[in-house]
């Protein structure tokens, strides 16, 4: 079992940035790959980014590509997601996610955090 807990979430005027922290415990995180999702209300939870185990490739959703950067720290057994150039639009609860495998449907993911707010004000 691997427990994963989010933090870092917070207000931010649109333009500004955050990072978000996604802990693990239990497992080291190392053999996983790790992904982050959001879900705003009345939507859908969809993916963001994710890292492969070894930290070789990373994928990003096209709405964040060149804004926002996963990173792994194994040493940590923390995975990172900085948000830079914040919109009004990246609004929504910021979840965290652990698996063997990247996937972009966030139902095939083992394990899960408990979510962060993340709010742009515009």
């Known amino acids: 079992q691997v427990q994963l807990v989010e933090s870092g979430g917070g207000l931010v005027q649109a333009g500004g940035s955050l990072r978000l922290s996604c802990a693990a415990s239990?497992?080291?995180?190392?053999?996983?790959?790790v992904g982050w999702f959001r879900q705003a209300p009345g939507k859908e939870r969809e993916f963001v980014a994710a890292?492969?185990?070894?930290?070789?490739?990373?994928y990003y959703t096209d709405s964040v590509k060149g804004r926002f950067t996963i990173s792994r720290v194994d040493a940590k057994n923390t995975v990172y997601l900085q948000m830079n150039s914040l919109k009004f639009e990246d609004t929504a609860v910021y979840y965290c996610a652990a698996d063997p495998a990247v996937t972009v449907v966030h139902t095939r993911w083992d394990y899960w955090g408990q979510g962060t707010q993340v709010t742009v004000s515009s």
């Open positions: 890292i492969t185990w070894s930290g070789a490739r990373t």
């Open positions: 239990g497992r080291t995180l190392s053999s996983y790959a």
